[in-house]
């Protein structure tokens, strides 16, 4: 097995790790947030979706070129996973605003919620790991997609310090505007993510089969 190709399993392989962590990310997440009616919480697990949806397009792609499907197929598909993902981060945006408005007009605090710190501190300690294994096979790779990918799970860490943030100060200091506030504050970041998803998106030519393809 040359280098590339066993480049190309190991980044598969952080992926995969990458998506099954995201899923239970986001079953866990969701569920504390409506159950103590945070919108920091079920923003951050929304935010997860595109995480994971992103693991999941990432995985169809590597797997593309490590079977060596053509130049054209492998544009195809890079076309169709950044579409994919450009959408679901306008979709998170959108949901993002409607639940952080609610809560300002309705100005209810959250429910303290112990299962939605222990799944924010879990994402601490595993999200670097996470961005670490892309980085590195996307340097080896000279993979673009895949050092795009580790910085949307640097993100990532940043919006999870946010909302815990959000949801410490909800119970410490009474502040009701606490959790919405940390619910917006990710907003900036899932819009540029999405912005250059379109951007990303709209520049691929389906029909460029020249030059060497990258995962």
């Known amino acids: 097995m040359d280098n590339r190709k066993q480049w190309l399993r190991h980044g598969r392989y952080v992926e995969i790790a990458s998506l099954v962590y995201n899923a239970i990310e986001v079953a866990?997440?969701?569920?504390?947030?409506?159950?103590?009616?945070?919108?920091?919480?079920?923003?951050?697990?929304?935010?997860?979706?595109?995480?994971?949806?992103?693991?999941?397009?990432?995985?169809?792609?590597?797997?593309?070129?490590?079977?060596?499907?053509?130049?054209?197929?492998?544009?195809?598909r890079k076309k169709i996973a950044l579409s994919v993902v450009a959408a679901a981060f306008w979709i998170v945006?959108?949901?993002?605003?409607?639940?952080?408005?609610?809560?300002?007009?309705?100005?209810?605090?959250?429910?303290?919620?112990?299962?939605?710190?222990g799944i924010l501190i879990v994402a601490l300690l595993v999200n670097p790991f996470l961005a670490w294994g892309k980085y590195r096979y996307g340097s080896k790779l000279d993979a673009p997609s895949l050092k795009y990918d580790a910085k949307d799970t640097l993100i990532c860490q940043y919006q999870t310090i946010v909302v815990l943030a959000g949801l410490i100060l909800t119970e410490t200091m009474g502040w009701w505007w606490a959790d919405p506030v940390a619910a917006l504050?990710?907003?900036?970041?899932?819009?540029?993510?999405?912005?250059?998803?379109?951007?990303?998106?709209?520049?691929?030519?389906?029909?460029?089969?020249?030059?060497?393809?990258?995962?």
């Open 28 to 76: 866990i997440s969701l569920t504390a947030g409506f159950l103590s009616g945070s919108a920091a919480l079920i923003s951050w697990g929304l935010d997860s979706t595109v995480e994971g949806a992103s693991a999941g397009t990432m995985i169809w792609r590597l797997h593309g070129e490590e079977a060596e499907i053509s130049r054209r197929d492998l544009v195809r």
């Open 93 to 117: 945006v959108a949901f993002i605003l409607y639940e952080a408005i609610g809560k300002f007009i309705s100005q209810q605090a959250p429910a303290f919620s112990w299962l939605g710190i």
């Open 185 to 215: 504050a990710i907003v900036p970041y899932v819009a540029w993510e999405g912005i250059e998803a379109t951007r990303d998106a709209w520049r691929v030519d389906r029909d460029e089969v020249d030059g060497e393809a990258q995962a």
